[in-house]
């Protein structure tokens, strides 16, 4: 069975930081890899998605995500972190016997810009 | 165009009551997704129609249901409400039965759902 783990459920950085969301995977098959942004009282938006394509992977507002065989792991980075960032963000994993309708999600991470 | 519509947005019940939650997915998707956001989780896969077909179905009790619908919306429906059934439910519509990369999840804002 797949299964990400979200190392830190609360990250803090100062505005203009360099921001670093840890993402570890388990997965009996190569997956496919999300990062989805939550804003308060709202749904889940796409960041981005790693489907073997290539290891480093751009998303949308600046968002980066490398994928690491080797660590089994997928980061979410962003150079400079900006106010409009602070939000709750979710790595998932997809089953690969559904495509990309049953994700099973992390625990989630929220992340705060200090001004 | 209209995304993924959920309603109503709130929503309280007493407990061992019924709730049925509304769903309108993206126009031209046909498949729906049910997720269950407890606070301070991510997440979970309820349960997945296509076609009007249960295609997949998560760890939840048969309290659980759903169906879909001919013009593709969805309901999802919850018996004998528990405390532990509040949470936000999200649904996600999708182009196909099976997406690939290219065709992700679209998400709704969710009903959030208080069980007292």
């Known amino acids: 069975a797949q299964s990400v783990t979200q190392l830190g459920s609360h990250v803090s950085v100062s505005e203009g930081a360099l921001v670093l969301l840890r993402c570890n995977y388990s997965?009996?098959?190569?997956?496919?890899l999300f990062w989805y942004v939550q804003y308060p009282n709202q749904g889940l938006q796409l960041l981005l998605k790693?489907?073997?394509?290539?290891?480093l992977v751009k998303g949308i507002n600046g968002f980066e995500a490398e994928f690491k065989k080797s660590e089994t792991s997928f980061h979410l980075t962003k150079p400079s972190a900006h106010m409009s960032d602070a939000a709750e963000y979710f790595c998932?994993?997809?089953?690969?016997?559904?495509?990309?309708?049953?994700?099973?999600f992390g625990t989630g991470t929220r992340l705060t810009i200090i001004p | 165009d209209a995304g993924v519509t959920q309603s109503p947005t709130h929503l309280i019940k007493t407990r061992g009551q019924h709730v049925t939650l509304r769903c309108s997915p993206i126009s031209g998707h046909k498949s729906v997704s049910w997720y269950q956001q407890v606070l301070g989780q991510g997440p979970q896969f309820i349960f997945q129609y296509y076609e009007k077909e249960e295609r997949g179905r998560g760890n939840f009790p048969d309290r659980f249901s759903a169906r879909q619908f001919p013009n593709y919306s969805s309901e999802l429906n919850v018996n004998a409400l528990l405390l532990g059934d509040s949470a936000l439910y999200l649904c996600a519509s999708s182009l196909h039965e099976r997406s690939s990369y290219n065709s992700p999840l679209h998400f709704g804002n969710g009903t959030r759902l208080t069980v007292t």
């Open positions: 790693y489907t073997s394509a290539a290891t």
């Open positions: 998932a994993v997809s089953d690969p016997n559904f495509g990309n309708e049953k994700l099973t």
């Open positions: 997965s009996s098959v190569p997956p496919y």
